[in-house]
């Protein structure tokens, strides 16, 4: 039961972190298409022709973006060994219904 909350815990941290990952993701590529003339989007991967900065500034978001799909990946992978170790829990047991 001990493992359960701890994982459970652990779970509860990392969203957290991705929450303000994402956060922060979205505030840059809010900023980044501000910056970009009118008739020039972030859509098909390449900024042709515009500073090198924002080429890299565009690079890191591609980092954070596959960073972030890692993560929910491993979040995944969480939820799944949480609800697999809550099913072997005896349901007739009274201890177990004070599992979150």
Do not use: C, W
Request: proline share 4%; glycine share 10%.
């Amino acid at each position: 039961m001990s493992k359960v909350k701890s994982e459970h815990g652990r779970l509860e941290h990392t969203l957290e972190y991705l929450k303000s990952q994402q956060g922060e993701f979205e505030g840059l590529m809010e900023q980044l298409e501000n910056s970009l003339p009118p008739n020039m989007g972030l859509g098909g991967g390449s900024l042709g022709g515009v500073e090198p900065e924002r080429e890299t500034l565009y690079a890191l978001a591609e980092s954070v973006d596959t960073e972030l799909q890692g993560m929910a990946e491993d979040l995944k992978d969480i939820i799944r060994h949480i609800n697999e170790a809550n099913r072997s829990i005896d349901q007739q047991d009274p201890v177990s219904h004070y599992i979150v």
